[in-house]
């Protein structure tokens, strides 16, 4: 019978580590930009000398490269429907709206930095997202038309409804300052989240005719 390996304590240490400088860079190059951040601010948020993060990360585009990277990664993570694969689009659907959710909640300056790059046409990211996002896609594209082929959801065009529900669920992120004005709030809370949440999934789940 397979055990399973516990990481050794050097190996754990130096994740929690790379997450921490990960989270820091995040705040930084989404307030400065990739040309005004600099590592020694990044350092300074991680209790680093400057020589110490770049025994992690060996340079300013390494670093950047990685935090966008990395966002993506957790995106794919947490919305594949193919990873919940079943005979459930009600469920899947919900459960692919939250976790995106989940996303912009916890990490909304990652996802602010990633639009960022983005929109000035993924200089960084275009061949990650060839590698990465567009073969999920397809993935989630077909079994979309699957169910719409079994009658269990209305026919749609899955490539613009995956768009809306990235740009929907995105928009609590990157465009956070304007809805906590809107609602006369400093910052959203988790009740906010989970509002937008439940609002998005019925609005969707009949919006697509779902049975």
């Not at 957790?74 to 899947?92: E, F, H, I, N, V």
């Not at 989940?102 to 930095?113: A, D, L, M, R, Y």
């Not at 990650?128 to 749609?156: C, F, G, R, T």
Request: hydrophobic share 40%; glycine share 4%.
């Amino acid at each position: 019978m397979k055990q399973n390996v516990q990481p050794k304590p050097k190996r754990l240490s130096r994740k929690l580590t790379e997450q921490k400088i990960l989270l820091a860079a995040e705040d930084v190059f989404a307030l400065y930009g990739y040309q005004g951040a600099a590592i020694n601010t990044i350092a300074e948020l991680t209790g680093l000398t400057k020589q110490n993060l770049l025994y992690y990360f060996p340079s300013k585009e390494v670093l950047y490269q990685k935090v966008l990277e990395n966002i993506l990664d957790l995106w794919l993570d947490k919305m594949a429907l193919l990873a919940q694969r079943g005979d459930d689009p009600k469920t899947m659907i919900a459960s692919y709206i939250k976790g995106k959710m989940e996303i912009s909640q916890s990490h909304p300056n990652g996802s602010k930095v990633f639009a960022t790059e983005i929109i000035q046409g993924a200089p960084h990211l275009k061949d990650y997202l060839v590698s990465h996002l567009l073969p999920q896609l397809e993935e989630d594209v077909k079994l979309i038309n699957e169910w719409i082929a079994a009658d269990k959801m209305d026919p749609v065009d899955p490539y613009h409804l995956f768009f809306m529900i990235w740009a929907s669920t995105q928009t609590y992120a990157d465009f956070s300052s304007q809805i906590s004005l809107a609602l006369g709030k400093e910052q959203l809370a988790e009740t906010d989240f989970e509002k937008a949440t439940e609002f998005l999934t019925q609005l969707l789940l009949k919006g697509l005719g779902v049975k």
